[in-house]
């Protein structure tokens, strides 16, 4: 049952109004989540992404009940994160669903709701598809060959160069490429899909040594994971594996 807390905070924003403005933005998916990661509020562009006719379909609804299990279980990872944070993901580039059309990427944005007590009680968010542009960029097709070994195999030592030549194309024409359609840089993909490993490995297991899971993920040292990962979550391996146990 959807939370009144959860509806309240929603309804202050005049959310039937902006689920409005976003039913006219055909390449942009619109959702409101509570804390359980259910759908309260989304356009029809998320309708269409979950393969289904109606809102009805999807509202009161999880990830996991209406994608694969691997994308769901990144997508309520995500959730996680903003709520127990209480910051904003923002730029997250990450594949979804074409219903019918097999994977694409898309660009992720995901800002919690606060209530009036200050506490985190659920999030609302965007997902800007980038489409399928091969019209557009002829290129396409091999930088997302790139960016799906990227995602596929982000554990290993990879060569961006390597993959580059493999493509056919020059490193500076691959990451000039990225930056156009993706919105990111190849190493800042590469970056991204260890965090986010990272992160669910955290929560499988807060009590995991650190060092482990930074090797886990691609990392050979140790600081530089525990860097990077205070960016991008807003707080350290350690303080996040902390507020998992709280949880």
């Not at 905070?9 to 959702?31: N, S």
């Not at 995500?78 to 979804?96: C, M, N, P, Y």
């Not at 995901?110 to 800007?128: A, E, H, R």
């Not at 840089?185 to 490995?201: D, E, K």
Request: glycine fraction near 8%.
């Amino acid at each position: 049952m959807i939370d009144d807390t959860t509806i309240r905070a929603i309804d202050t924003i005049g959310m039937q109004a902006v689920e409005a403005i976003f039913d006219a933005l055909g390449d942009v998916a619109f959702f409101v989540k509570d804390r359980d990661g259910r759908y309260l509020s989304i356009n029809r562009t998320m309708v269409r992404r979950c393969g289904v006719r109606h809102k009805k379909d999807v509202l009161g609804k999880t990830a996991l009940e209406l994608f694969p299990r691997t994308l769901a279980e990144t997508y309520l990872a995500q959730d996680r994160q903003v709520i127990a944070s209480g910051t904003a993901i923002d730029k997250q580039l990450e594949l979804h669903i074409y219903p019918g059309r097999g994977r694409g990427w898309c660009i992720t944005k995901k800002i919690p709701l606060f209530g009036k007590d200050g506490d985190v009680v659920g999030l609302i968010g965007t997902s800007q598809d980038l489409g399928l542009l091969d019209d557009l960029h002829p290129a396409y097709r091999q930088i997302a060959r790139i960016a799906q070994h990227i995602s596929d195999h982000y554990r290993e030592n990879i060569s961006l160069k390597a993959l580059a030549e493999e493509a056919g194309l020059s490193l500076s024409r691959v990451e000039r490429l990225f930056q156009k359609v993706f919105q990111h840089s190849p190493r800042q993909l590469l970056v991204q899909c260890r965090l986010a490993a990272a992160r669910t490995l955290i929560e499988q297991d807060p009590g995991a040594k650190i060092a482990a899971i930074a090797y886990e993920c691609g990392y050979t040292d140790h600081s530089a994971f525990s860097r990077q990962f205070k960016s991008y979550v807003g707080m350290s391996p350690t303080e996040y594996g902390r507020q998992m146990k709280q949880d």
